[in-house]
C-alpha cells in the first residue's frame, strides 16, 4: 500500500508556511514546514510520495549550493518554487529547469492548491510506472534461459518461424515458447510485450 503524499514546505517565513499549509489542509494533504533546506535534508525520505515546495528567497540566498545539490538528488520528487514577485530566476537557471511550476507571492491559494495537485498527480503516475516496471523485471527473471533467447528474438521484430529457424527448434516450440512467455509477463500480445520492454529501458 502507498504511503501518503507528503508536500515539504521550504520556507524562512513561519507565516508564510503555516498559511501555505493551512491552504492544503483543507483538501487533506499531508505537509510539513522547514525553515531550511538543510533543515530538510535531515528529514527527507526520497521513498515517500509528494513534492516539494520551495521559497526562493532573493538576493542573498545562502541555500542556492545545497538546494541545487538536492534537485539533484531528488529528480523523483517533483518541485513547485515560490517566489517573489520581483525575483529573477536567471541566477537559478538549474534550479527553476527543475520546477513544474513557479508561483509568485502573494500565492493565490487556488493556484496553490492546483499546483500542489498536479504535482501530486504526476509523482503519483510516475511511482506506479515505476512499481510496474520493478515488477516487470521480476517477472522477466522467472523466464528460462531459452525464453529468454525467444524474447530477444521477438523483440527484434521476428516472426516465430525465423525464430525457430534461427534457434534449430520446432515451429510449434517456439510458438508454445512465446505464449508461456506471455503468460509468465502478463502481457496480452508481442506488440504489448515489445512496448513493455523497452518502457523498462527509458531513462
Known sequence: ????????????????????AATLAVNGVRVETYSTVQAL????????????????????MSDIEPL????????????????SQLADLSGLANISAGAIDVLR??????????SVSSALERDAAIRT???????????????????????????????????AAELGSSFHTVRNQRASILRKLNVENSIDLVRMVTSIHDH
Do not use: H
Open 1 to 20: 500500500m502507498q504511503a501518503e503524499p507528503t508536500v515539504y514546505i521550504v520556507d524562512p517565513d513561519q507565516t508564510t508556511c503555516d498559511a501555505m
Open 41 to 60: 535534508l535531515i528529514d527527507y525520505v526520497p521513498a515517500r510520495p509528494g513534492c516539494l515546495l520551495l521559497n526562493i528567497a532573493l538576493p542573498g
Open 68 to 83: 541545487s545539490r538536492f534537485i539533484v538528488e531528488v529528480g523523483d520528487c517533483f518541485l513547485v518554487l515560490v517566489v
Open 105 to 114: 507571492k502573494p500565492v493565490d491559494p487556488d493556484a496553490l492548491r492546483e
Open 129 to 163: 510506472r515505476m512499481t510496474r516496471k520493478q515488477e516487470f523485471r521480476k517477472q522477466i527473471d522467472s523466464l528460462t534461459a531459452r525464453e529468454r533467447e525467444v524474447l530477444d528474438l521477438v523483440i527484434d521484430g521476428k516472426p516465430t518461424k525465423s525464430i
